[in-house]
């Protein structure tokens, strides 16, 4: 058998109820949720379990995500189910620098609480953008967006999708443009700013301040960083690499490529939803994937790993 990855989903993949089965039938879920909501003053199980608008406003919908990945890592791991490396989407990549060794879960969520402030502080609500395009190489939306000064990749998420951002009035422009090109499609997501853009380069700058005071451990496996794709295997390098990642493209694309080149053979994508699943399958449809969701996911990954 070749090597396991764990991994990540970032913002939007949330939903309400995610994790709620795990905290009633297994105890080290439930710690997990309830240190988080110590550490937070606000009550992550009522975030995650309940319907409520908080749960898409970014700095309530990082901490939720993360402590829900990282809460469902903790029951695998108590079931002796380890990987040989993790890599996350985005805000995806705390949880995997948690599972991996490189922080400790509760700093991990304080942590992307702070984040999501220092996002939605950057750029006034409503003048970002973000939009999907599809069935378009990489290369040639590169080359529409260099008449564009304020439109920027955000995601290479797998071939055939890829995310632009930047200002609102930038980003919808460019989406002509890349329409008249030869995309398939270009769909505007429903998001708060223009995120892994340089707008958010202020943001990355109070992130890391904010930094100093996290302890960051010696990493016990590898994980991928969205910055490079390359691997992350000292712990000095977690925090420039995290201010970095916030205003940089998130090469998801190049991350998969790069674990499955170093033996990867088996994904498990732990959170909700399906959608690293879906981008891998595109990316190379030999490996196996699994997606860890709900209690019942776990049979599953017991008889898909043996």
């Known amino acids: 058998m070749g090597k396991i990855a764990?991994?990540?989903?970032?913002?939007?993949?949330?939903?309400?109820?995610?994790?709620?089965?795990?905290?009633?039938?297994?105890?080290?879920?439930?710690?997990?949720?309830?240190?988080?909501?110590?550490?937070?003053?606000?009550?992550?199980?009522?975030?995650?379990?309940?319907?409520?608008p908080l749960l898409d406003q970014t700095q309530y919908t990082q901490p939720?995500?993360?402590?829900?990945?990282?809460?469902?890592?903790?029951?695998?791991?108590?079931?002796?189910?380890?990987?040989?490396?993790?890599?996350?989407?985005?805000?995806?990549?705390?949880?995997?620098?948690?599972?991996?060794?490189?922080?400790?879960?509760?700093?991990?969520?304080?942590?992307?609480?702070?984040r999501g402030v220092f996002m939605e502080e950057?750029?006034?609500?409503?003048?970002?953008?973000?939009?999907?395009?599809?069935?378009?190489?990489?290369?040639?939306?590169?080359?529409?967006?260099?008449?564009?000064?304020?439109?920027?990749?955000?995601?290479?998420?797998?071939?055939?999708?890829?995310?632009?951002?930047?200002?609102?009035?930038g980003v919808e422009a460019a989406s002509v443009k890349l329409t008249e090109a030869g995309a398939k499609r270009c769909i505007p997501l429903?998001?708060?700013?223009?995120?892994?853009?340089?707008?958010?380069?202020?943001?990355?700058?109070?992130?890391?301040?904010?930094?100093?005071d996290v302890t960051f451990n010696e990493l016990q496996i590898p994980y991928i960083t969205n910055v490079t794709a390359t691997y992350v295997s000292d712990k000095d390098e977690i925090a420039p690499l995290l201010e970095k990642q916030v205003c940089s493209s998130v090469r998801w694309q190049q991350s998969v490529e790069t674990m499955i080149a170093d033996g990867v053979d088996t994904f498990i994508e732990i959170g909700p939803g399906k959608t690293l699943a879906g981008f891998i399958k595109k990316i190379d449809r030999d490996v196996k994937v699994i997606n860890v969701s709900c209690v019942e996911d776990l049979e599953n990954v017991k008889e898909f790993i043996s």
Do not use: W
């Not at 994790?19 to 009550?43: H, I, R, T």
């Not at 990282?70 to 949880?95: F, H, K, R």
């Not at 708060?192 to 930094?211: C, Q």
């Open 122 to 169: 950057a750029v006034p609500a409503g003048k970002g953008a973000m939009t999907a395009v599809l069935g378009m190489e990489a290369d040639a939306i590169e080359k529409v967006l260099e008449e564009f000064e304020d439109v920027f990749i955000a995601n290479y998420n797998c071939p055939g999708q890829i995310v632009i951002t930047g200002m609102k009035e």
């Open 6 to 52: 764990f991994i990540y989903p970032g913002q939007g993949a949330q939903k309400c109820f995610m994790g709620q089965d795990f905290y009633n039938m297994y105890p080290k879920c439930a710690e997990v949720f309830d240190k988080a909501g110590e550490a937070l003053d606000v009550s992550v199980k009522d975030l995650c379990f309940r319907e409520n």
């Open 64 to 114: 939720a995500m993360v402590t829900t990945c990282l809460g469902i890592t903790a029951v695998l791991n108590d079931m002796g189910i380890y990987p040989d490396m993790t890599a996350g989407l985005s805000l995806g990549e705390y949880a995997a620098i948690a599972a991996a060794g490189g922080m400790d879960y509760v700093d991990a969520i304080r942590l992307v609480r702070q």
């Open 190 to 212: 429903v998001v708060s700013g223009p995120f892994h853009s340089i707008y958010l380069k202020e943001a990355g700058a109070k992130l890391r301040e904010y930094m100093a």
